[in-house]
């Protein structure tokens, strides 16, 4: 989090041109650590590098341990979509922003925040208007895009910070654009390099706060898979040697001893094809032989013929590898669900408590999930507020996350079952896992149970 006193910025809220260089600066310590990031989960992992003496095999495998670790922990957040219920005689005043959110798909750009907070450790939105001057939201690169908050224990944000290359018609880079979201306006700027960034222009947003919006994963805005990074690159290693050694074990060296070095240098064409010349240069150099041949003649007064091949240590190998990957889902708190120990038929109270990590890490960033929501809720409601929608008390809203489990039909049908009558149908309806609107599906039970009371009557 990036923090400052809010006395130090002019009486419009927008920062000078040398506060603002001073800022995008100090973000650039943490773009470095947001690119590494973001390069492990697209695969591009540090065995990549790696580099082997000539003629050794370098085996380079990557495995896309981020990646599961991410789609996991994303999609049992917001895998299915987040339900917004407004508080009582607010329905209409709710209906506005509700329309405003689908027509801005944010089902989609919830998804693809949460994918981000996962990796990053924060996704970056921003709300802004269309042509038709309709209230949309987008997602940010997190790592071009902040927020700048105050320093006080409420954390207020002051403003927002998102940067972008500029490119010529060559594709150069020419410099880099910089807008800045203040609670009332976007101001744009350009520079050429570190220079301090130079005003070009400033608009009115319209949405009473700053529209820019940061979906922290967790306190310490950590990813996912960042604390195992170098669990990562050691499994990583460790498989490519484990191909390296068995591609050695077919390269494996004959020995002949006590035989000489007969035979392949008296003949004029080999059935290789080599010529006597070759064969005179393979004597006369060990190394080109060795690798021509795959023989070595060592002397001695005992004839004897081996192999020599590295010992085979694929157990103790295969040890290490279960222990990394192991260490690897505990500490993410993903379980890995290719264990045996995941079966089908496992009852749900069983399932749960085998995603009990899972649950515990996905209610951390439920928490701070849900404040990035109420902010832009905030946004669209003050918004459409302006455009002469009912006002809407944003924090009475409650914002509901539901969990992708597996659904035993029959285990949740019997529970229910069990207590029609003793909790209201409203919230025994809201537990039935296809049901996405209960006052819709209460409307219709109504309906259907008049519709039977005339058929008898």
């Not at 919830?110 to 987008?138: F, H, I, T, W």
């Not at 996905?362 to 918004?383: D, H, P, Q, V, Y």
Request: charge should be negative; glycine fraction near 8%; include cysteine.
């Amino acid at each position: 989090m990036m923090t400052i006193d809010r006395d130090i910025l002019l009486p419009d809220g927008a920062p000078d041109g040398d506060l603002l260089r001073v800022l995008l600066s100090r973000h650039e310590h943490d773009r470095a650590r947001l690119s590494q990031l973001g390069d492990m989960y697209g695969r591009d992992h540090a065995v990549a590098a790696r580099q082997r003496l000539k003629g050794l095999p370098n085996n380079r495998l990557i495995h896309d341990l981020p990646g599961y670790i991410t789609t996991m922990a994303a999609g049992y957040l917001v895998g299915r979509p987040v339900t917004y219920t407004p508080a009582h005689g607010q329905e209409a005043a709710f209906a506005p922003v509700r329309e405003a959110f689908a027509a801005a798909n944010v089902d989609s750009v919830d998804a693809e925040l949460a994918v981000d907070a996962s990796v990053y450790g924060k996704g970056v939105e921003v709300c802004y208007a269309n042509a038709q001057a309709q209230p949309r939201v987008a997602q940010l690169d997190a790592r071009n895009a902040f927020v700048v908050y105050d320093d006080t224990v409420e954390h207020q944000p002051l403003l927002g910070i998102a940067t972008r290359e500029l490119l010529d018609r060559q594709l150069n880079r020419r410099g880099e654009a910089v807008d800045v979201y203040t609670p009332a306006e976007i101001l744009h700027y350009e520079r050429v390099g570190r220079e301090t960034p130079r005003l070009l222009s400033r608009e009115t947003h319209w949405f009473c706060g700053v529209p820019l919006v940061e979906y922290w994963n967790n306190a310490r805005c950590q990813g996912d898979f960042e604390p195992v990074l170098s669990l990562i690159d050691a499994y990583d290693a460790l498989q490519s040697d484990r191909v390296n050694d068995k591609q050695q074990f077919t390269d494996a060296v004959f020995v002949l001893k006590g035989i000489g070095a007969l035979g392949v240098e008296d003949t004029e064409e080999d059935a290789g094809g080599e010529t006597v010349q070759s064969a005179q240069k393979a004597r006369t150099d060990p190394s080109v032989r060795l690798r021509q041949t795959r023989t070595l003649f060592l002397p001695g007064d005992g004839a004897d013929a081996q192999f020599v091949v590295k010992p085979d240590a694929q157990s103790g190998n295969e040890l290490l590898r279960q222990s990394l990957k192991s260490d690897i889902h505990k500490l993410c708190l993903v379980p890995d669900l290719t264990d045996e120990h995941f079966a089908g038929n496992i009852s749900g109270v069983a399932m749960r408590y085998k995603l009990m990590g899972l649950e515990q890490l996905t209610r951390i960033k439920e928490r701070w999930f849900r404040e990035g929501l109420r902010s832009r809720l905030r946004l669209f409601a003050s918004f459409l507020a302006r455009k002469g929608a009912a006002a809407l008390d944003a924090e009475k809203v409650q914002i509901g996350f539901v969990r992708s489990l597996p659904v035993n039909d029959l285990e949740v049908a019997q529970t229910l079952n069990a207590y029609d009558g003793l909790v209201p149908r409203e919230l025994l309806l809201a537990q039935v896992p296809f049901v996405e609107d209960v006052r819709e599906a209460r409307r219709m039970m109504d309906a259907q149970a008049k519709r039977a009371d005339g058929a008898f009557a």
